[in-house]
């Protein structure tokens, strides 16, 4: 909204607006006329006709019950008829790319004093050009379609394409080459893993899970198998249509038989002449719904085999009521005796499962670092709200177990950032070979606790909000999103305890035969 002139009013001026049909409030400096906005106010008339409200400075009573951008919603913003006489605003609002001042909301790297091993200003440059989209292109999106259950809007989808942001999130490699990324704020040549990090941390800090898979998750993980299996002409076709946000893909491999053990997959594929003939049902896909594309495990007579199966009159998506926002588009998708071109296979016949599981760490990695981003948010939700909240006549910060409770958040989250900053680390050093050897087990080992401790943190801060974490609007919204979706990430990308059983299994197998207690 464009600056405007206010006038000046003092307190004594404003005192004189206190009844029915003519009340003034006072919010941090600001003069509010809520005269006729009363009789429609979500939280009832009586309560802005009190003694102590109407006429009055009313700022420590509306911080206890809205969150600060319900003034900067345009129909409440123009409420505002003035200031106070000689008194500045209290509150600061950050500028869109301007890091939070709380402590502990943003990873040490990017809080102002503090050194760090990884980042180079490089990434610093990066991370700030992509905050600035996240915030201006993406927000808005993410917060309409979590509430509607839209899908994300092709307006979105078309921005994200041009800023390459969807080809960034396959990680660094041979599909970057020759494209502008973020408008050229770095070279392809120059974007790692730790680029890669920063795109997933912006784009989960809303509080908005569904959304953060509306993102064209189905992209990042169906996407792969094309460029690292498909012959030269699919890739030719499908790479550009799906990195252009032309068409959407995603991966279907889960089904309703088999999970977590994919080598139970039921769905059929017969050759027949020059085509695969598929039929099955896949459950839990994500994007499912508005997919053009099916990255599909199948089993053959010759072993295991995967499949990119085009959407066609054979291919049909029905959408699963969630947990969370339908925008995420989850899918359960059934193929009857859809035929498709053998040139369509991804990798070798017999081979399918080496296929779906050398995508494996990339996407627990991604789903890490989205959910932890998440975790922060959270903390500085909490770290806000003890602040700001009073009770028996003090703020909540003052009670010890209140302190005890964020003592446990804050060192969770930073000791999960320290871990993937250091598995990070090693993806950027290591060849693709070695990540598989030495990292899948720490990656397993590393998303077990991320959404362990994601949990954990979840009930702390649903106990710090109270009642306010249970409803889906209003100050405890973002508590309330996460504490019913956070365990999503302990699901998808492989469940928690088959993840941490990984890691430990690739200890044991190991251990040197030489060593004894
Ligand atoms: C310009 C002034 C105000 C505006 C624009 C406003 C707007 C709103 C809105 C949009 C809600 C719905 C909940 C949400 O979205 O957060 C709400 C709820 C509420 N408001 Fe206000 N409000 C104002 C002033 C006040 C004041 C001064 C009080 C002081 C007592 C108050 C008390 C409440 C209460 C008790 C609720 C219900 C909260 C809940 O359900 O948890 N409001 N208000």
Redesign the pocket.
């Known amino acids: 909204m464009a600056n405007r002139e206010f006038k000046s009013y003092t307190a004594e001026e404003v005192a004189k607006h206190n009844r029915e049909g003519d009340v003034w ?1 006072i ?1 941090d400096s600001k003069v ?1 006329d ?1 005269s006729r ?1 009363a009789d429609l ?4 008339t009586g ?2 006709l ?1 003694e102590s ?1 109407a006429g009055r400075d ?1 700022t420590q ?2 911080y206890g ?3 600060q951008e ?2 900067l ?1 345009p129909q ?1 913003a123009r ?2 008829i003035g200031t106070i006489t000689d008194e500045e605003p209290t509150i600061r609002l950050l500028a869109v790319e301007e890091p939070s001042r709380v402590p502990y909301a943003e990873p040490s790297w990017l809080a102002a004093g503090y050194y760090n091993p990884y980042y180079t200003d490089n990434h610093k440059k990066f991370q700030r050009a992509m905050r600035k989209f996240a915030m201006e292109v993406v927000y808005p999106d993410a917060m309409k379609c979590e509430e509607n259950g839209k899908r994300i809007s092709q307006e979105v989808v078309d921005k994200l394409c041009e800023m390459n942001i969807p080809a960034m999130r396959l990680g660094p490699g041979k599909h970057l080459k020759g494209r502008t990324l973020l408008g050229g704020v770095i070279t392809p040549e120059e974007f790692d893993h730790f680029h890669e990090l920063i795109v997933n941390f912006e784009l989960s800090r809303f509080g908005t899970r569904g959304y953060v898979d509306a993102l064209l998750a189905g992209e990042v993980i169906g996407l792969p198998p094309v460029l690292n299996y498909g012959s030269p002409e699919l890739q030719a076709k499908v790479v550009p249509e799906v990195l252009s946000g032309k068409k959407f893909i995603c991966l279907a491999i889960s089904e309703a038989f088999a999970g977590s053990d994919v080598a139970g997959l039921q769905t059929v594929a017969v050759r027949e002449g020059d085509e695969w003939v598929i039929t099955g049902t896949k459950k839990w896909i994500t994007n499912g719904v508005f997919a053009d594309y099916f990255t599909v495990g199948c089993r053959s007579k010759d072993g295991y085999v995967v499949i990119l199966v085009p959407r066609s009159d054979n291919v049909s998506t029905k959408a699963i009521k969630t947990a969370y926002s339908s925008t995420a588009g989850t899918a359960y998708v059934t193929f009857e005796k859809a035929r498709v071109p053998v040139t369509n296979t991804l990798g070798k016949v017999g081979q399918g499962l080496q296929v779906i599981l050398s995508n494996f760490n990339h996407e627990r990695w991604m789903i890490v670092c989205t959910s932890l981003s998440a975790q922060r948010m959270v903390v500085e939700e909490c770290l806000k709200w003890v602040n700001q909240r009073i009770v028996f006549g003090k703020p909540l910060s003052s009670q010890p177990v209140v302190r005890a409770k964020l003592a446990n958040m804050i060192a969770r989250v930073e000791a999960g950032q320290n871990w993937l900053e250091s598995i990070t680390h090693q993806m950027n050093n290591m060849t693709y070979e070695e990540q598989s050897d030495k990292l899948a087990g720490q990656i397993g080992l590393l998303k077990q606790f991320i959404t362990r401790t994601g949990r954990e943190t979840a009930e702390d801060a649903t106990q710090i909000f109270g ?2 974490s249970i ?1 889906a ?3 405890g919204k973002l508590v309330e999103n996460y504490h019913r979706t956070s365990p999503y990430d302990a699901i998808l990308g492989g469940q928690e305890d088959v993840l941490g059983d990984l890691g430990v299994r690739q200890a044991i197998k190991k251990m040197p035969r030489n060593v004894k207690v």
């Open positions: 409030v919010i509010y809520i906005f106010h979500p939280g009832g309560v802005l009190t409200i009313a009573a509306f019950l809205h969150r319900v003034l919603r409440y409420l505002q009642g306010r409803t609007s209003g100050m």
